[in-house]
Each structure stands twice: as structure tokens, then as C-alpha cells.
């Protein structure tokens, strides 16, 4: 099966300056890659997704990049700003309605 | 209607009870989920319906039992569950079930923190 491994497990960046997670899997048929963000006590939500097809994607503040050779994809967040502070969750999926493998997650502290 | 409903939001349970939770979604998606979430640790899928058949089950232990019984509603019955069992459990949907669809984003809800004592 699919194995999503995180990095790093926890990240304390100052305010304004640039966050990057990185995951990586292992099943070359995985071709959907989603970023949730947790908060404490809520539910996580979906903040950029990427396919197997695109190499980048951006939105505002935040953008993923996918290298399907090397079976890495990152998550950058730029200007990060003290709400950004949650746990972070990379995920790999092979489809609709099948398992998505999530990474351990990543801590992410923004220092106002 | 963009939300996951999940119910009860607590639940606290002895050994010996038999509960349900349940989980609603009226977005016309034709996959959902259980997960169970431990504190600081990934959401580890259990069950997965597609078309409101049982299309995965993560080899979980049968005091979990799940049912779908329409296309907007998912139920798990809880019976004779450990205090290891305690967690998060979370409902999610996806607009398309196996096979039928590019992979799309799923949709959580709040979910149910269970505890059993």
C-alpha cells in the first residue's frame, strides 16, 4: 500500500516569513495530493490540493509544488501570519472513494 | 447545503453500552468515510461507501459496525467498545465513489470525541 511520510513533525517560523512542509509517497499510482489544515478542536479543511498532471499550484499565500519522478510534493505558505498556526496534513489518494493516506502532520507555530 | 453533520459532538460510554453516531451530508456526494483521529496523530480511515455499499473496511474490529442507510446518511454502531477506543471519529464525503470520478476533496465534519470509560 501507499506510504506518505511528513517532514518535519513540528515548525516554528516568525511572522512573515515562509513556511515549508514536505512529504513524500511511494505508490507512483497515487495521482491526488491534498493539504489540510487542522485547528485545535476542528474538523480539517481542505487549503490546496494538487493532481498528478500539474507540477504547481497557488493560491494567495499558499502553493504546492509536485515533482512525480522523485514522489515528493511540498507545501509552501509565504507571509505567514499567526492564524496560519495549526497542524498541517499531507494526504496521497489513488481516486474517488478509495483510501486517502495521510502524512503524521506537522505542527506549525507562527511567533507574532 | 456545504457541510458534513456529525452527532452526538461528545459522547462518553461504558464497556458494556451500545451507541451510534451518525453523520449526514446533503451535497448529493456519493462516497463517505469514517475515521478515527487519536490526539496529534492523522485521521486513519476505517470504512468507506460508495454508492451506499461497503467498498473498504481497514480490517476494523467488529464492535464498529457502519451502515449507510441512504445516499445523505451514515451511521456507526458502537458495541462493547475498549477505552483504547477513545477518540475523534470523523465523518467525510466526496462528491464521486470509486471508480467514477477524478479524486476530489473530502469534506469533514466536526466530528464525534468519544470516550469510553
Known amino acids: 500500500g501507499e506510504n506518505v511520510e511528513q517532514h518535519p513533525s513540528t515548525l516554528s517560523v516568525q511572522e512573515g516569513d515562509s513556511a515549508v512542509i514536505k512529504c513524500t509517497y511511494s505508490?507512483?499510482?497515487?495521482?491526488?495530493f491534498p493539504w489540510y489544515k487542522q485547528e485545535l478542536g476542528k474538523r480539517p479543511q481542505l487549503i490546496i490540493d494538487i493532481r498528478s498532471n500539474v507540477g504547481e499550484k497557488k493560491d494567495q499565500r499558499i502553493a504546492v509544488t509536485l515533482n512525480k519522478t522523485a514522489k515528493h510534493f511540498s507545501l509552501h505558505i509565504t507571509e505567514t501570519q499567526p492564524e496560519d498556526s495549526a497542524v498541517y496534513f499531507c494526504?496521497?489518494?489513488?481516486?474517488?472513494?478509495?483510501?486517502?493516506?495521510f502524512g503524521t502532520g506537522t505542527s506549525l507555530t507562527v511567533i507574532p | 447545503d456545504t457541510e458534513v453533520t456529525q452527532t452526538p459532538k461528545h459522547l462518553v460510554m461504558g464497556m458494556t453500552n451500545k451507541k451510534s453516531l451518525k453523520c449526514e451530508q446533503h451535497m448529493g456526494h456519493r462516497a463517505m468515510y469514517w475515521y478515527k483521529q487519536k490526539a496529534k496523530k492523522p485521521p486513519e480511515l476505517m470504512f468507506v461507501y460508495s454508492y451506499e455499499k461497503l467498498s473498504i473496511n481497514e480490517s476494523v474490529p467488529s464492535r464498529f459496525s457502519p451502515e449507510c442507510p441512504n445516499s445523505s446518511l451514515l451511521n456507526l454502531h458502537l458495541h462493547a467498545l475498549q477505552p483504547e477506543d477513545s477518540a475523534l471519529y470523523l465523518c467525510?464525503?466526496?462528491?464521486?465513489?470509486?471508480?467514477?470520478?477524478?479524486?476530489?476533496?473530502?469534506?469533514f465534519g466536526e466530528g464525534s470525541r468519544l470516550t469510553v470509560l
Open positions: 494526504a496521497a489518494s489513488k481516486g474517488a472513494g478509495n483510501q486517502f493516506y
Open positions: 505508490d507512483s499510482a497515487s495521482n491526488y
Open positions: 467525510a464525503s466526496s462528491l464521486h465513489a470509486a471508480g467514477r470520478g477524478n479524486t476530489g476533496e473530502l469534506f
